[in-house]
């Protein structure tokens, strides 16, 4: 019997036992679908991600101080035209962040906010989204003036609206309780990424002026300087020549640490990838469930059809020929199972992807793996069947009831 011929007798087993060679898939058809779904959902993830933080700034350097020994270590505005003096630097601005409490509308609801205080330059170079009215300007920022720019969850929130210019917000922050009239809305610096973490996980922003906060606290210390240069694939050596102008201007060591937005963004992805291969991992667990059972299966069919085997042997089929069609019969199950799994991981991905507002991404390279993977079981689990088939006696099978 030729290869063709066994594709054939297969084939007419399998639409014999229709029902048992479905749920014979049931076990591949999981296993595969399910590694399709994670491995596309954790692959557009990662897209979207990346492509968040871009948009954010990927050529972006941030300046902080590290175990400072004295006064003299920490940052100060002074040392943004420093940095300004590098030739790969297009801009550089001073921050300070601090954790406080936005008061909302009912009398005892707050969010949690990041309170960063900024100047103008900042937030143009973040990319952030204005969606209404604007930013402070730099006779408010000399006046040191009580105006802020708030993120639109937090408006949502505070007045349950964007549209909130001109109102007023109050912060509670360890210093004291402060408050600033809303002068812009931008959308959230996170993006969509909100939606992906959840808005118990996401807090707020608050953006008021640098020089409004010093004067609040009585110093210039700036908790660090976010500087945008010209090409991030030049940003290791930049951060290099960056940390080296500044220990000379403050003549110490080993007190700066210069990251790179580009740095963050491979290691998300790094991690990202990780933890989608653990998933996937485990959920590929159901593969090998699958592969007993085609393995089981074929057992049945083996003993079901021993008076056949007989008769083929008797007619003169080789051990080979029985061997090989049982396994293409493995093979063509675990096959089809793949296929139908594909089909039903994008889809579940599909869907998954639209409730987290995440567009699947399927490479070549998935399919191409669990397609060997579908043959892979049906050859190692229909090895034994094939091979019990094969040594079956043919006096002794002709006699099997």
Same mark, same amino acid.
């Given at each position: ?9 297969a ?6 036992n229709k ?32 492509g ?54 009912l ?26 009215g ?61 939606n ?41 050596i ?40 653990f998933?996937s #991992?485990?959920?590929? @667990?159901?593969?090998?469930? $699958?592969?007993? +059972? %085609?393995?089981?299966?074929?057992? &049945? =069919? ?35 199972g793949? #296929?139908?799994?594909? @089909?039903?991981?994008?889809? $579940?991905?599909? +869907? %998954?992807?639209?409730?987290?507002? &995440? =567009? ?15 043959a ?26």
């Amino acid at each position: 019997m030729n290869l063709m011929e066994s594709f054939k007798t297969a084939l007419r087993s399998i639409a014999t036992n229709k029902m048992r060679s479905i749920l014979t898939m049931l076990g591949i058809i999981i296993g595969i679908g399910s590694v399709i779904m994670i491995t596309a959902i954790g692959a557009g993830s990662q897209d979207k991600l990346t492509g968040q933080f871009e948009d954010i700034g990927a050529n972006m350097l941030s300046i902080s101080v590290v175990d400072p020994d004295s006064n003299s270590d920490y940052l100060t505005v002074r040392d943004v035209e420093t940095v300004k003096k590098h030739p790969e630097v297009t801009s550089a601005s001073a921050y300070n962040t601090m954790f406080g409490e936005v008061r909302l509308r009912l009398p005892n609801e707050k969010s949690d906010a990041y309170i960063q205080a900024v100047n103008t330059e900042l937030l143009t170079i973040n990319n952030f989204k204005l969606l209404q009215g604007r930013y402070f300007v730099s006779i408010e920022e000399e006046a040191q003036s009580y105006v802020g720019v708030i993120d639109n969850r937090l408006a949502q929130k505070a007045f349950g609206r964007e549209d909130c210019i001109g109102e007023k917000i109050t912060v509670d922050l360890y210093q004291g309780t402060y408050e600033f009239t809303v002068i812009g809305v931008i959308d959230h610096p996170l993006g969509a990424m909100v939606n992906m973490l959840g808005e118990d996980m996401i807090w707020s922003y608050v953006f008021i002026p640098l020089n409004t906060v010093q004067s609040m606290f009585g110093h210039d210390y700036v908790d660090g300087i976010s500087v945008s240069t010209l090409d991030r694939n030049n940003n290791e050596i930049v951060a290099a020549e960056i940390t080296d102008m500044l220990e000379r201007s403050h003549m110490n060591e080993d007190k700066y640490k210069v990251e790179s937005a580009l740095a963050n963004i491979e290691s998300l992805n790094d991690m990202m990838a990780l933890f989608t291969t653990f998933i996937s #991992f485990v959920a590929g @667990i159901s593969l090998l469930v $699958g592969g007993v +059972g %085609v393995m089981n299966i074929m057992l &049945v =069919t083996v003993t079901e059809r021993t008076r056949e085997i007989g008769i083929r042997k008797s007619l003169g089929a080789k051990k080979k020929d029985i061997r090989i069609q049982f396994l293409i019969e493995a093979l063509i199950i675990t096959f089809m199972g793949g #296929f139908l799994g594909t @089909i039903l991981g994008y889809l $579940g991905a599909k +869907g %998954v992807g639209s409730l987290i507002s &995440v =567009t699947p991404s399927m490479s070549v390279g998935i399919i191409v793996l669990t397609t060997i993977i579908s043959a892979t079981i049906g050859i190692v689990f229909g090895v034994y069947p094939a091979n019990k088939a094969a040594k079956l006696d043919p006096i002794e099978a002709l006699r099997y009831e």
